[in-house]
């Protein structure tokens, strides 16, 4: 009889200690507050990446970061602000990567540019010399 009531009472103790933990747990999702300042700075992002031209030099970069942003819309409409903020974070360094793969691969067009100008240059002036 006695072990009955040993685990009668560890019962409850594991359910009041489930309920507890349950209600903690609960609570700290609810503290968590909306990413909104970081889902604006990702977004912005974004749109410096777009008009860097990344489209064009970094697409692989620039649609990772777009589907993650869009992820991160879609987990602030379901009030899971720890994912949104994850996955805005993410979309930002993306979009920072394509914005910066995208001025890099202009600047080095214009450098070739210019060289090809030079050597253009080099080459009518050495035909004028002769």
Do not use: W
Request: hydrophobic share 45%.
């Amino acid at each position: 009889m006695k072990n009955f009531y040993y685990t009668k009472s560890h019962r409850m103790m594991l359910t009041a200690g489930v309920a507890v933990t349950s209600a903690i747990f609960l609570a700290s999702c609810a503290s968590i507050p909306a990413p909104t300042e970081q889902m604006a700075v990702s977004k912005a992002a974004v749109t410096n990446a777009l008009s860097a031209g990344s489209n064009e030099f970094a697409p692989v970069q620039l649609k990772s970061a777009m589907e993650k942003m869009d992820a991160a819309e879609r987990a602030m409409t379901e009030r899971n602000y720890e994912l949104a903020r994850q996955l805005a974070e993410q979309a930002q360094i993306d979009a920072k990567l394509a914005g910066t793969m995208a001025r890099s691969s202009k600047a080095q067009k214009a450098a070739d540019a210019l060289q090809e100008g030079s050597r253009v240059l080099r080459q009518e002036i050495d035909r004028q010399t002769q």
